[in-house]
């Protein structure tokens, strides 16, 4: 299985939301990859709980706001990742 290892915390706003460097990298527009991802998980006003991956680059420093992966009624990083094909290391 494809590895994601945590690098460190970013801020993108609000909720919890962490830099990943995947082992292989992963297409997030035509013709366009990266090796790094920031998993945002948030609970909107509503109460709405979602989780959401977006590509950026070594710094965390978002690529683009179209995610790779969005998922609602949950917070778990994990569970995003594995949706993408990731383990945690």
Known sequence: MKRAMFMRRVCIGAGDALLYKLSDPVEYKKDEKTNDVVVSAAIAPNG??????????????????????????????????????????
């Open 48 to 89: 709405n709980k979602n989780v959401v991956i977006f590509p950026s680059d070594e710094n965390g420093e978002i690529l683009g706001y179209d995610s790779i992966v969005d998922l609602e009624d949950t917070l778990d990083h994990e569970e995003a990742l594995v949706k993408l094909g990731y383990q945690i290391m």
